[in-house]
């Protein structure tokens, strides 16, 4: 009776001790869950994550750095403050490969605003928006000069109006850049790449324009010489005024003139000598345009002529002032130096 009754005690805390684990080891139940914590159990489906949710989240696409402007429009810009030379200055901004070059194009604005390089001052800054173009001159889109001289800033953009043959420089208030001579050799051209008070010594004027473009007298006057000094001149003619101011003009560096053309033949004003083109010493298309007097004194064309400044149409502002925002925001806001 003692060994039986030992052994159904020992039974009975085995079979108490499995139920306690198990009790501990297995979820509550909703109302054991409540009246532990309070509140309510969450079922398993709840928590556990869907196909959906346990795949791989694809990482968003980060956004590309913004282009730099300049770069996309294939320009660069030099940021310049004139404190000796103005070639040294400008080829410090841009570059030796590209510096000399870009100084010679832009002087070609200044000179509409100041005397080259007579009129520069040290503090004088410029902006300049350009491109470079191997084996030619860089292309000059605008310019922004701070002058100590003038007191002034003066702007000019490259712009090209519709059913315009050459892109031109134009003032903010849109006019051209350069002056035009009435009675001019040329009706059309792209630039003027010389004047004589640019600093190069040069004695007439430099047009640039194509091969061919229809090239006329003046004034009134009678044929004195052409193609002498072939070697430096190429094709050449010089017109002697008859009357009015006696003055003697060159045309050099012509395409082949005109077998009828002759010593002695008489041009009235307007009438065609020849055709511009690249010939003697000339190292691209143009029309070199001198003047003289009658002792051989240099002449200013933009002084012997009377000139003007074309202004764009109307219809052509809106357009005209939207190149302006985009060259200006390209150009910067800041003036070089500032």
């Known amino acids: ?13 085995v ?19 409540l009246a532990a914590t309070g509140s309510p159990a969450t079922p ?9 949710s346990a795949a791989p989240v694809a990482a968003a696409p980060v956004a590309a750095p913004p282009a730099d402007p300049l770069a996309a429009a294939g320009l660069s810009r030099a940021t310049i403050r004139i404190d000796g030379p103005m070639e040294t200055a400008v080829t410090a901004a841009a570059g030796p490969e590209v510096g000399p070059a870009l100084a010679q194009v832009v002087t070609r604005t200044l000179v509409w605003w100041v005397d080259v390089p007579g009129d520069l001052r040290r503090g004088d800054t410029l902006d300049v928006l350009y491109q470079v173009r191997p084996g030619e001159e860089p292309l ?31 003032l903010p208030s849109g006019e051209e850049l350069e002056l035009r001579l009435e009675n001019s050799p040329l009706e059309d051209y792209e630039q003027v ?9 040069h004695k007439g004027v430099d047009f640039k324009t194509p091969v061919g473009t229809p090239v ?23 017109l002697e005024e008859i009357g009015g101011k006696n003055r003697r003009a060159l045309f050099l560096h012509m395409d082949e003139l005109p077998r009828s053309l002759k010593v002695g033949d008489r041009f009235n004003v307007g009438a065609m000598l020849g055709r511009s083109g690249n010939s003697g010493r000339s190292f691209a298309p143009h029309l070199h345009y001198q003047l003289e007097a009658t002792n051989e004194r240099v002449l200013d064309p933009y002084e012997s002529h009377r000139t003007y ?7 052509l502002r809106a357009t005209f002032e939207a190149e302006v925002r985009r060259q200006d925001g390209l150009l910067g806001t800041t003036i070089a130096g500032g």
């Open 216 to 238: 006329k007298a003046p004034f009134t006057g009678i044929v004195r010489r052409k193609n002498w000094s072939f070697r430096f001149n190429g094709n050449c003619v010089e």
């Open 140 to 170: 000059v889109y605008a310019v922004r000069f701070t002058s100590n001289k003038t007191g002034q800033t003066h702007r000019a953009y490259r712009f090209q109006p519709e059913g315009d043959k050459n892109p031109r420089y134009y």
């Open 309 to 315: 400044r074309r202004s764009l149409a109307a219809s």
């Open 193 to 201: 790449t010389s004047l004589l008070r640019d600093g190069r010594r």
């Open 44 to 52: 398993p489906s709840a928590t556990a994550p869907s196909a959906a």
């Open 1 to 13: 009776m003692v060994v039986s009754l030992l052994l159904g005690l020992s039974a009975g805390g």
């Open 15 to 33: 079979w108490w001790w499995k139920q306690r684990l198990a009790s501990e080891t297995s979820p509550a139940t909703p109302e054991q869950q």
